[in-house]
């Protein structure tokens, strides 16, 4: 039977909330499951937010607009005390909001567990926020991890394929210069994904500074990717042809002779004895054994 509150999660954060739990008593100041005005100064920070990175002069654009328009969109907290809130999502709108001086804020109030909590954020913030590629892999990355979810588990939670996600937990296998690079917008998820089809890590390097310093589009790095590519293989070839060819001899049928004697030997040592001969003459002759004592009669006999 499918899980109805993972389902729900597919769907976005507007499904969750139509099914939030509403089992807190009314003796409490704002009932769960409702949009109320809530005292700023009474909302903690959310501990599972994905996103590190919030630029200042967007944050006083926004305080800016908010200082005129109020805040359009309500942010999303759980309750978890007597008038103490927890951001679930609108991290950005809750501290430009405190810099326009607002005491209080619009919020929806749902109930949610630690771990409804981090999917809900994670999810939350993938989708509706402009979180830089670094932080889009990193927050898949928490899903996988601390939800137990696969790729493709992963994909139906956030709308996107497979191979999207994917693309983005690639960028996790990239050296942390060009990650944090990705991260402050120096480079593009473009750059980057043409970067990570090279193996070695030192190639990515030297590919990386010069993306940098000649300011390369993707299309002059995918290029650069594939002579890189090239020469590995050749390379690669050039090490093959250095190795030292194992000379390789050809067996010949065993003459009535040695089939005698290979017969004779098989009688002897109770055992099946093998042998090949080239056609120099030279050859080998194999005595299987089935467990020690069995090779010491072999070795008596020999004896």
């Known amino acids: 039977m499918s899980n109805p509150r993972r389902n729900a999660l597919g ?10 739990a509403t089992d807190i008593t009314t003796t409490e100041s704002k009932p769960v499951n409702s949009i109320s005005e809530v005292p700023i ?4 920070a959310n501990p599972f937010q994905p996103r590190t990175d919030f630029k200042e002069e967007e944050l006083n ?10 805040v359009i969109q309500p942010i999303t907290v759980r309750k978890i005390g007597f008038d103490r809130y927890q951001l679930i999502s609108g991290e950005r709108r809750t ?12 919020a929806y109030i749902r109930l ?21 590629a670094m932080e889009v892999a990193l927050s898949y990355k928490r899903l996988m ?29 990239l050296p942390d210069n060009i990650q944090a690079a990705l991260r402050d917008d120096k ?10 089809n090279i193996d070695n890590a030192d190639e990515q390097q030297y590919l990386f500074n010069e993306m940098v310093l000649k300011d390369l589009s ?8 594939r002579e890189a590519s090239e020469r590995a293989k050749q390379d690669q070839s050039l090490i093959e042809d250095e190795k030292p060819k194992s000379k390789k001899v050809s067996k010949l049928p065993l003459s009535e002779v040695v089939t005698e004697f290979q017969k004779l030997l098989t009688d002897k040592f109770g055992n099946k004895v093998k042998i090949t001969n080239d056609e120099k003459g030279k050859g080998n002759i194999t005595i299987p054994f089935k467990s020690e004592a069995d090779l010491n009669k072999i070795l008596d006999m020999l004896s």
């Open 187 to 196: 480079i593009s998820m473009g750059h980057a994904r043409a970067i990570i």
């Open 145 to 173: 991890d601390e939800c137990k979810l696969n790729q493709e588990e992963l994909g139906d939670r956030v709308g996107k394929n497979r191979s999207t996600v994917n693309n983005y937990m690639r960028l996790l296998k």
């Open 11 to 20: 769907r976005g954060l507007s499904a969750l909330l139509e099914n939030a």
């Open 95 to 106: 501290r430009a909001s405190r810099i326009a001086g607002l005491e209080k804020i619009p």
């Open 61 to 70: 654009e926004l305080a800016e607009s908010i200082k005129v328009h109020g």
């Open 112 to 132: 949610a567990d630690d771990q409804g909590m981090l999917e809900m954020a994670l999810i939350e913030n993938i989708q509706r926020e402009n979180l830089n």
């Open 218 to 225: 993707v299309r002059q790095v995918e290029a650069l990717v």
């Open 41 to 44: 100064s009474q909302v903690e």
